[in-house]
């Protein structure tokens, strides 16, 4: 255990923070601290969606908004930095080193909590991406504090704790969740589950650098190649702007081509529900929900889907939720935006041809 | 090659209730299976064993009733099971979980030989943080891969191991040096069937149960309710949406007229959408 996480010593009395006793050396942490995903060249939104929420803590707190940045090359980070600052941080920590090029464990987690225990930030948002969830669960330990997981609302208590709310048990509760004798308190939040905040062209920050103080010979891992999902043919429904979807009210595997018609007209991406994947009508990467994939994309039509709440987890944060069902009861209409009581099998074929010859006729007057 | 496969049971539906009165979680008589992406992680535990030999043991936390979840996983074909039960780890959270597991993890170390590979899956269903993956590794110092969508090579005598790992917006190939945790992304693959011998053989396996005291925690105060920084302060029921779906009308109306509606309806709810769909036409 080389980083073996120090365990503080625990309030009197045991049962761990259900009082809030913060111990003397915690006291001094101050700050919300965003961590800034950069990777091939790109801030991930979600990092520039928590600066947003960072913001409203930090105003509450009445502190600064921070952000860390981690990457490989000094002069390729400055769009980034610029990035961060017009979307709300106050200070940027920068550590830039050729090792810190491709996201790696190691030297991610190495390089956080250094910057951490220098500095000590009382808030530290990750977005719950896969690198995000891969670091903060790493940094969490190598901290011994607490970590909340895909929060949905974040809020300061009037004793400046961070109350965390987050999904459990596939969306059916909801729960809220302090770290109260522990700094800083971590956090992890979905893509697209904050709004993204106004960017505001020239603000600017103070630049704080930090050295890495790692050797590539003491990493083991090596990154061997990446592969875009662009460059494959990957699936990409979970970045999907559009998806469409069918379930078991298709009724048979040739009508689920009525679903990949019309995605193709829209250049969406299509899924499905969990019995099309069981019944081998449809590949598994295909499936939304629970136990499949997380879409957020800006238009969801689902099309005989009866909206079970394991689906339904899967595709809330959808920006408009439009469903087809011949059902008038069916449980899907108390989360779609947009219901239409029909049969999908005449529905989908008409939207396809409708959004085709829209398509066509703008196309030819622009 | 020893693996480790560490499976949590879990309620076998998310339709999970609060309490009216006490505000707890009511789990009493909701069935409980092993959770599903702890599934892909012992079928590629278990092919890996097939082909280069060793012994897979699945690992759990819980109540005594997870013996159930551990006797299937034996059904499915593991060597061994270890029950890690009491209640010192009730109350646990992912930090205070991390630690027992890492512990027991040492302790099969010690017993049956030290794991090449521990498995977890991506996440649970019930608490669904995939924080305790990363939290073993860190703990027991394993090069940690998660997401992992295929293992690739595993060179034994040079002691590495390559992997595909879903990152973001793509694939990241991996090469590390064992002992790794990997945490094994859903639809890898496909569970088998056990055998009827091997269910046969799970019915009379003992499970070893092991307490806090066995896999060597002196210090209580780290493991359980009192080893967790973070407190659930308040489980709640979402409030539903108040406002259903709006119906769009459709009586009396052709497909036809009703998908011209639902278009022109969405263009109007969603500023960019119509937008968007012009530059794809124009782009094909
Ligand atoms: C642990 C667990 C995990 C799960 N994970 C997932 C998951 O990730 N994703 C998922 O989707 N499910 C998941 N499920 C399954 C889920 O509970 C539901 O069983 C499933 O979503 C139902 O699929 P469906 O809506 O296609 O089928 P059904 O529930 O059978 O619904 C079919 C619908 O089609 C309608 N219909 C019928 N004919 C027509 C027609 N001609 N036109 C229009 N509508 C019509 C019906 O009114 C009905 O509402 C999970 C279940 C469990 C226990
Ligand atoms: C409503 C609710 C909300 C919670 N929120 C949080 C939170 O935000 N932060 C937090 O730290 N804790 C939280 N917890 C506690 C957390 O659920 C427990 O720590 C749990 O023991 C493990 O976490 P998980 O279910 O999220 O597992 P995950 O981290 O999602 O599990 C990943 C993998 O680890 C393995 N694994 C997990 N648990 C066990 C086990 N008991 N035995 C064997 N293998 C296991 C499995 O292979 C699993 O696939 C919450 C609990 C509840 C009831």
Redesign the pocket.
């Known amino acids: 255990m080389a980083n073996a996480p120090k365990q503080q010593a625990r309030p009197a009395g045991g049962r761990a923070g259900m009082k809030k006793e913060l111990p003397e050396h915690f006291k001094a942490y101050r700050h919300v601290w965003v961590f800034i995903e950069y990777e091939h060249g790109h801030v991930h939104p979600v990092s520039l969606e928590l600066l947003g929420e960072g913001r409203k803590l930090a105003e509450k707190l009445d502190v600064e908004v921070v952000g860390v940045l981690l990457g490989g090359d000094k002069s390729e980070l400055e769009a980034a930095a610029t990035e961060v600052y017009e979307h709300g941080a106050d200070v940027l920590y920068q550590v830039a080193d050729p090792m810190l090029a491709h996201y790696r464990n190691e030297t991610y987690t190495k390089c956080l909590t250094d910057l951490v225990n220098t500095y000590k930030p009382e808030i530290l948002l990750l977005g719950a991406t896969t690198l995000g969830r891969d670091l903060a669960g790493s940094v969490a330990t190598t901290l011994a504090t607490g970590l909340t997981a895909d929060c949905t609302e974040l809020a300061i208590d009037d004793d400046r704790s961070l109350a965390a709310t987050r999904p459990t048990f596939?969306g059916s509760l909801l729960c809220t969740i302090y770290t109260l004798n522990f700094r800083p308190q971590m956090a992890t939040v979905r893509p697209r589950v904050m709004a993204m905040p106004k960017r505001e062209p020239g603000r600017t920050g103070r630049l704080i650098e930090h050295p890495l103080n790692m050797a590539e010979e003491d990493v083991v891992t090596k990154v061997l190649r990446f592969v875009a999902d662009r460059d494959s043919n990957k699936v990409q429904l979970a970045f999907a702007d559009i998806v469409v979807a069918?379930?078991?009210?298709?009724?048979s595997a040739e009508n689920f081509q009525l679903v990949k018609d019309l995605a193709e007209v829209l250049g969406a991406e299509y899924g499905?529900?969990?019995?099309?994947v069981q019944k081998g009508w449809v590949p598994a990467e295909r499936?939304?929900?629970?136990?499949?994939k997380t879409i957020r994309p800006k238009l969801y039509i689902a099309?005989?889907?009866?909206?079970?709440?394991?689906?339904r987890v899967?595709v809330e944060g959808a920006d408009l939720i439009v469903a087809?069902?011949?059902?008038p009861n069916?449980?899907?209409f108390d989360f779609a935006h947009l219901g239409v009581v029909?049969?999908?099998?005449e529905?989908l074929p008409a939207l396809t041809r409708a959004f085709a010859k829209h398509l066509s006729v703008n196309r030819l007057a622009g | 090659m020893q693996i480790v496969v560490c499976i949590k049971q879990v309620p076998?539906?998310?339709q999970i209730r609060v309490h009216p009165v006490t505000n707890t979680i009511m789990r009493q008589g909701v069935p409980t299976?092993i959770n599903?992406y702890d599934l892909f992680a012992l079928e590629e535990a278990l092919r890996l064993r097939d082909k280069s030999g060793g012994e897979v043991t699945v690992l759990s936390m819980g109540p005594p009733m997870a013996e159930d979840s551990l006797r299937k996983a034996l059904t499915f074909g593991a060597d061994r099971a270890v029950l890690l039960t009491d209640r010192f780890f009730a109350g646990s959270d992912t930090l205070a979980t991390s630690f027992s597991l890492s512990q027991a993890i040492k302790k099969i170390g010690e017993v049956w030989g030290a794991p090449s590979i521990v498995f977890t899956g991506k996440q649970t269903?019930d608490g669904d943080t995939a924080q305790v993956g990363p939290g073993i590794a860190t703990r027991l110092n394993l090069n940690q891969l998660t997401y992992v969508a295929k293992i690739g090579p595993i060179d034994r005598e040079g002691g590495t191991i390559e992997v595909e790992r879903r990152a973001e917006g793509g694939v990241q190939v991996l090469q590390t040096k064992l002992p790794v945790l990997i945490t094994m992304l859903e639809g890898t693959n496909e569970m088998r069937r056990g055998s009827l011998s091997a269910a046969l053989s799970a019915a009379k396996a003992d499970v070893t149960v092991w307490n806090a005291a066995d896999i060597g925690i002196e210090d209580v105060t780290k493991c359980g309710l009192r080893g967790s920084p973070t407190v659930v302060k308040r489980v709640f029921a979402p409030t539903p949406r108040e406002e259903k779906a709006e119906q769009l009308p459709v009586g009396g109306k052709s497909p036809d007229e009703i998908a011209d509606t639902l278009m022109n309806e969405i263009f109007s709810r969603h500023q960019t959408i119509e937008d968007d769909l012009m530059n794809f036409a124009a782009g094909q």
């Open positions: 596939g069918g379930g078991l009210g298709l009724r499905c529900s969990r019995p099309l499936q939304i929900g629970q136990t499949g099309a005989g889907i009866s909206g079970a709440i394991q689906h899967g087809i069902n011949s059902d069916a449980p899907i029909a049969d999908a099998l529905v | 076998d539906s998310a299976i599903p269903i």
